[in-house]
């Protein structure tokens, strides 16, 4: 990305991605600023170390099993027993469970027997 300021909606095009990703996805953590009349402005340069940077903090070389899910809520990967089974618009399996840790609702793609 080039060291210059970008709106959401510029980001967006530059990366491929709707700008409801942008606003939903990025801005909650990326460093951004605003300016007097409430526009958001993205430094470039800052915004691709911070995508390094948050891609790093994630690779910790932690696989999840076929039989667990990483449970969104409390942030943990947690053993996964399908409650539901329901077939997605595409044709997949879709599994829907509670995670034994915070009850919250797990959802993982199933393989298809």
Not at 25 to 54: M, Q, Y
Not at 71 to 97: D, E, Q, W
Request: aromatic share 8%.
């Amino acid at each position: 990305m080039l060291p210059m300021e970008y709106k959401p909606s510029e980001l967006a095009d530059e990366l491929g991605v709707s700008k409801e990703t942008v606003y939903r996805s990025f801005l909650p953590d990326c460093p951004h600023r605003k300016d007097k009349e409430g526009s958001i402005w993205i430094n470039g340069k800052d915004f691709s170390g911070w995508v390094i940077t948050a891609l790093m903090a994630r690779k910790d070389g932690t696989q999840i099993d076929n039989d667990h899910v990483y449970c969104v809520h409390c942030k943990t990967i947690v053993p996964f027993t399908a409650n539901i089974k329901r077939m997605s618009k595409r044709g997949g399996l879709i599994g829907y469970g509670a995670c034994p840790v915070c009850a919250g609702k797990v959802v993982r793609y199933l393989k298809n027997a």
